[in-house]
């Protein structure tokens, strides 16, 4: 895990280069991330001459992420230009997508692949600057950019999106959207727009999506989503009696779910799962059906 992104470091270019000489590397290769197979797989973060190795292959500036629990620097390296980086560095494991061998990590595992994903990805999309198209400059150890031309400076964005676990008496509600693997449903979920407060994009949510009208709303937690660049932000919301209409095709099917039927068995005979353990989705379904 990154115990602290110490932020003020990223300013201080002598003691980025000493972290560097002695750093972690988590690389990314095209948005996946470097995994041990097994149950679940493992994160894997390269150390020594193969944390130098990979800096040297990255070609883009590393990106300082923080400090681990023993106090050690550690940098993300975006090792997309390289073809095949398993066989360039001699490494043992392999480039995977992190929403599939991430499903089941801990959290403690799955959230530093997640951030490396996620800024990696914005430095490799943000290019140029869109206020004039120039050319951006590198700044900050890979958290800020600034434009060549004009004076637009641009940091990683991060949009925020509400999930809302509905729920009435016994049951909550749980929704698929046609994009969901086979099977799966899950809280509704959906962007805050520009100008909107998470309350108010939580109402409107509902409403749009199974027409129905939140009584009550509480904040549950959140959680990071760089899938590519959310702040999932989890809501339980008990919403007034009255029938679900699926008011758009956002969804294909919404139901009710009493405690009893969302145990594994029951879900299994139904043809149902919900979200793996690394997921928000999962927090706000295992809290309610825990009370
Ligand atoms: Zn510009």
Excluded at 153 to 168: E, S, Y
Aim: charged residues 30%.
């Amino acid at each position: 895990m990154i115990a602290d992104r110490r932020a003020l470091r990223r300013k201080d270019p002598e003691g980025l280069a000493a972290d560097r000489a002695a750093a972690k590397v988590i690389p990314v290769w095209r948005g996946r991330s470097l995994v041990r197979a097994g149950r679940p797989p493992t994160p894997v973060w390269l150390e020594g001459e193969r944390a130098q190795a990979a800096l040297g292959a990255g070609g883009e500036e590393a990106i300082y992420l923080g400090v681990d629990a023993a106090g050690a620097a550690v940098f993300a390296i975006d090792l997309s230009d390289v073809d095949d980086p398993v066989d360039a560095l001699g490494l043992e494991d392999r480039f995977e997508d992190l929403r599939m061998a991430g499903a089941f990590m801990p959290a403690a595992d799955f959230e530093p692949l997640a951030y490396a994903r996620g800024i990696c990805r914005w430095n490799r999309t943000t290019r140029f600057c869109a206020s004039c198209g120039g050319a951006l400059r590198n700044e900050e150890a890979g958290f800020a950019k600034s434009c060549t031309e004009c004076d637009e400076k641009v940091f990683p964005r991060t949009d925020p999106a509400v999930m809302i676990l509905c729920v009435r008496g016994d049951r909550c509600l749980l929704a698929r959207q046609p994009g969901f693997p086979r099977g799966m449903v899950s809280a509704l979920a959906g962007f805050v727009e520009p100008g909107e407060s998470l309350e108010d994009c939580v109402r409107r949510e509902v409403g749009e999506e199974v027409g129905l009208t939140v009584e009550r709303l509480s904040y549950a937690a959140s959680q990071g989503w760089p899938f590519p660049q959310s702040l999932m932000i989890g809501f339980r919301a008990e919403v007034a009696p009255g029938e679900v209409r699926l008011e758009d095709d956002e969804l294909e099917e919404a139901r009710w779910f009493t405690r009893a039927e969302l145990e594994k068995p029951a879900m299994k005979a139904a043809g149902y799962f919900y979200p793996p353990p690394m997921s928000l989705a999962h927090r706000l379904v295992r809290e309610w059906i825990a009370e």
